[in-house]
């Protein structure tokens, strides 16, 4: 019986690093994925690299095709990219990956947004009334999304905060398939923590991958 066909069905727009990571990841955990780009040649010849278990569709396609959508861009961009695909993105899960920041002047960044507003909640009342925001994914950096994906002998955790549980087990499912533990902390309310500079970010407080355990140790 082949399994990969009860998967979810998941589609990444944006190849930029972050997407990249992830398709990679998810690939590797015997995942199918759809790949998605304004540049959908770029599309194309990455999907032919990665072989049968990566499809290319434009993004329209992509997205009604598709499950969960992950908008692996900006966060400058994603206001744009929700009210462009309003009707297709209904009913559907979309994952926010995007941290709002940009590069202060000075070699490091700064947020973009109020220090005390996250992406998550900021774009929660763009996304259509019928669909769901789940935040993952963007608590790690390109880097350690690679590189620490499938870790041994035990799996570095991803959070995910969400609203509705009613997502929380395609999500985990994704997380589990990219090589990582999943752990919810809560709901959209909670992004901020997951964010750059939040507590549990990589590039934040946390300062690194941690271990499920390490996370339980963090959050009691």
Same mark, same amino acid.
């Given at each position: 019986?082949?399994?990969?066909?009860?998967?979810?069905?998941?589609?990444?727009?944006?190849?930029? /690093?972050?997407?990249? &990571?992830?398709?990679?990841?998810? !690939?590797?955990?015997?995942?199918?994925?759809?790949?998605? %780009?304004?540049?959908?040649?770029?599309?194309?010849?990455?999907?032919?690299? =990665?072989?049968?278990?990566?499809? +290319?569709?434009?993004?329209?396609?992509?997205?009604?095709? &598709?499950?969960?959508?992950?908008?692996?861009?900006?966060?400058?961009?994603?206001?744009?990219?929700?009210?462009?695909?309003?009707?297709?993105?209904?009913?559907?899960?979309? !994952?926010?990956?995007?941290?709002?920041? +940009? +590069?202060?002047? /000075?070699?490091?960044?700064?947020? =973009?947004?109020?220090?005390?507003?996250?992406? $998550?909640?900021?774009?929660?009342?763009?996304?259509?009334?019928?669909?769901?925001? !789940?935040?993952?994914?963007?608590?790690?950096? +390109? $880097?350690?999304?690679?590189?620490?994906?499938?870790?041994?002998?035990?799996?570095?955790? *991803?959070?995910? &905060?969400?609203? %509705?549980?009613? %997502? /929380?087990?395609?999500?985990?499912?994704?997380?589990?398939? %990219?090589?990582?533990?999943?752990?919810?902390?809560?709901?959209? /309310?909670?992004?901020?923590? =997951?964010?750059?500079?939040?507590? *549990?970010?990589?590039?934040?407080?946390?300062?690194?991958?941690?271990?499920?355990?390490?996370?339980?140790? !963090?959050?009691?």
């Amino acid at each position: 019986m082949n399994t990969t066909n009860k998967k979810t069905k998941v589609a990444v727009i944006g190849l930029g /690093n972050i997407g990249k &990571a992830i398709v990679a990841n998810l !690939v590797k955990g015997n995942h199918p994925v759809i790949l998605s %780009s304004r540049e959908i040649e770029k599309a194309k010849g990455l999907s032919d690299e =990665i072989g049968t278990l990566a499809t +290319a569709e434009e993004i329209g396609q992509a997205i009604q095709d &598709a499950d969960i959508i992950i908008p692996a861009i900006y966060f400058d961009k994603i206001k744009e990219f929700l009210g462009q695909y309003a009707s297709e993105l209904k009913g559907k899960i979309i !994952v926010d990956v995007s941290n709002p920041i +940009a +590069a202060d002047g /000075n070699g490091g960044f700064k947020k =973009i947004i109020d220090k005390d507003v996250s992406a $998550g909640e900021s774009l929660l009342s763009l996304i259509p009334k019928d669909a769901s925001l !789940v935040k993952a994914f963007g608590t790690l950096g +390109a $880097g350690s999304l690679s590189g620490e994906a499938f870790a041994e002998p035990e799996r570095k955790v *991803l959070f995910y &905060a969400s609203d %509705s549980t009613n %997502s /929380n087990k395609q999500i985990e499912e994704l997380i589990t398939d %990219s090589g990582f533990k999943p752990f919810h902390i809560g709901g959209i /309310n909670q992004s901020i923590r =997951i964010e750059v500079f939040g507590d *549990l970010h990589e590039f934040g407080a946390l300062g690194k991958t941690v271990t499920l355990e390490e996370a339980k140790n !963090v959050l009691n």
